[in-house]
């Protein structure tokens, strides 16, 4: 018994200090994680149990994922880190790319609010925190697509759970589909370009993963673009918007709108109406946009549950944005 206990201190201690040590004693950079040459060993085997990482389908990433083990995903929660874990596990599985040595995790520094600090009993305003990156290489290493999706949430209150499938399980889940979708496709027909497939961290509490990956990612490509996918698939709402800034993102996004449009898709182009991952992008005149829906009344609440979702829509959008990847996909880079 006095093994496995200690075991089990071991392992919490390994996965805390390889994701989030103190904050001033990293720099944002993607590094690789401690001393192992496969992800899955850094996986609480529980988290596997009905799920299929072999053979996931979108349902199952949005079920997965909103579920109560991983607490409404806070940053920097214990549910998070779960979260990112399993995600690497399903990089890993795909298969994608490290970026660095075997690592699939891009710390950062994290600030925290006093809200989030109180809530998890935390002592420090700033400690490390991951996104989880992955690479799908193509012929040229000097251009990239950025595909993305944030997989936090804002957590819980009390014994309140906030799923948060819609947001933004909906968008992870259509994001794990495209890269399994684009790893396949890429054996066989590799594009002209690198594919990041990244799931980035603290979307809610102001863009934190995404603007330090810009950080990190600018100047490492001659060009590069992104598409990031956020809250989409309620059952009442067929409607898509993209949006993006009028001057960065304008041929992105109208290629992207005539793409959908002759898919017979509903959508409306809103230039920065919501905020999301891809302001990070337009902020440093980089084009990018979000393909998405306007929040609905489940938007932040309890009532944001996986039986919301429209499935098959969002199969739909997955393949419509892989069409538009392999055959339009060399054409936004300016």
Do not use: W
């Given at each position: 018994m006095l093994k496995k206990i200690m075991a089990a201190i071991l392992l919490s201690l390994t996965?805390?200090?390889?994701?989030?040590?103190?904050?001033?004693?990293?720099?944002?950079?993607?590094?690789?994680?401690?001393?192992?040459?496969?992800?899955?060993?850094?996986?609480?085997?529980?988290?596997?149990?009905?799920?299929?990482?072999?053979n996931f389908d979108i349902r199952d990433v949005v079920e997965k994922f909103s579920s109560a083990e991983f607490t409404g995903r806070?940053?920097?929660?214990?549910?998070?880190?779960?979260?990112?874990?399993?995600?690497?596990?399903?990089?890993?599985?795909?298969?994608?790319?490290?970026?660095?040595g075997n690592s699939y995790f891009m710390e950062y520094n994290e600030v925290i609010p006093e809200?989030?600090?109180?809530?998890?009993?935390?002592?420090?305003?700033?400690?490390?925190?991951?996104?989880?990156?992955?690479?799908?290489?193509?012929?040229s290493s000097n251009k990239a697509l950025v595909l993305s999706a944030h997989f936090d949430h804002i957590g819980f209150q009390e014994d309140t759970l906030y799923?948060?499938?819609?947001?933004?399980?909906?968008?992870?889940?259509v994001l794990l589909d495209l890269a399994k979708k684009l790893s396949a496709h890429s054996l066989k027909n590799p594009t002209e370009y690198d594919i990041l497939i990244c799931a980035f961290n603290s979307e809610e509490y102001g863009l934190q993963g995404s603007k330090a990956f810009v950080k990190e990612i600018n100047g490492t490509y001659e060009n590069?673009?992104?598409?990031?996918?956020?809250?989409?698939?309620?059952?009442?709402?067929?409607?898509?918007?993209?949006?993006?800034?009028?001057?960065?993102?304008n041929s992105l996004c109208y290629d992207v709108y005539r793409y959908l449009r002759a898919k017979n898709f509903s959508c409306n182009i809103l230039w920065d109406s919501y905020i999301s991952d891809h302001l990070s992008f337009n902020q440093e005149s980089i084009s990018s946009i979000t393909i998405g829906q306007k929040p609905s009344s489940e938007y932040h609440s309890i009532g944001d549950t996986?039986?919301?979702?429209?499935?098959e829509f969002l199969d739909n959008v997955s393949k419509a944005l892989f069409d538009f990847i392999i055959t339009h996909g060399n054409l936004n880079f300016e």
């Open positions: 996965l805390y200090i390889s994701l989030y040590s103190k904050a001033e004693n990293i720099d944002t950079k993607l590094r690789p994680s401690p001393s192992s040459s496969t992800h899955t060993n850094y996986i609480d085997i529980d988290s596997l149990k009905n799920f299929d990482i072999k806070l940053v920097c929660s214990e549910g998070n880190k779960k979260a990112a874990l399993l995600l690497s596990s399903i990089f890993n599985e795909i298969p994608l790319q490290a970026c660095n809200s989030i600090r109180q809530k998890l009993n935390l002592s420090d305003e700033i400690i490390a925190a991951s996104n989880v990156v992955g690479k799908i290489q193509g012929k799923p948060g499938a819609l947001d933004n399980c909906s968008g992870l889940a590069i673009y992104n598409i990031n996918l956020e809250y989409m698939g309620l059952k009442q709402n067929k409607n898509l918007i993209i949006l993006g800034d009028p001057l960065i993102s996986a039986d919301k979702l429209d499935y």
